[in-house]
């Protein structure tokens, strides 16, 4: 699974220029799926209120993250079932960890391709 998101999100991470698109980026859209009733939970990640940024042990003022990490708890409207993930994302190497409990990502249209490379659509 970790490879497949890896490469669903691979296009997040090749942007113009030096710097990934999930470095600049305002935003991105992923869908989920309650692993109790199956009700589809859609959601909108703000890269500047909701990616935490991590720093290296020595880092001083003024040095960029070396990661950033996502951690999400959500409840859907069907039932009270809690679906948690964390994905760990590097700015030089893409997605590096994924975890989520109570739930599963939502691959869309059949395609066999996950739902974090079709709904992850960038608006600055």
């Not at 990934?20 to 692993?35: D, K, Q, Y």
């Not at 040095?63 to 409840?75: C, G, M, Q, S, T």
């Not at 590097?90 to 997605?95: E, N, R, Y």
């Amino acid at each position: 699974m970790l490879a497949k998101l890896r490469e669903a999100l691979g296009r997040l991470f090749d942007g113009p220029g030096d710097e990934p698109l999930v470095c600049s980026a305002r935003s991105f859209n992923l869908t989920v799926r309650c692993g109790r009733c199956g009700e589809l939970i859609a959601l909108r990640i703000d890269r500047d209120h909701e990616l935490q940024s991590v720093y290296a042990e020595d880092a001083e003022e003024g040095d960029h993250p070396i990661e950033y990490v996502l951690r999400k708890e959500l409840v859907g409207e069907d039932c009270q079932n809690l679906v948690r993930f964390t994905l760990r994302f590097s700015c030089d190497h893409g997605l590096l960890e994924s975890q989520i409990t109570g739930g599963s990502f939502v691959e869309r249209n059949g395609r066999g391709r996950a739902a974090l490379e079709k709904s992850v659509e960038l608006t600055r």
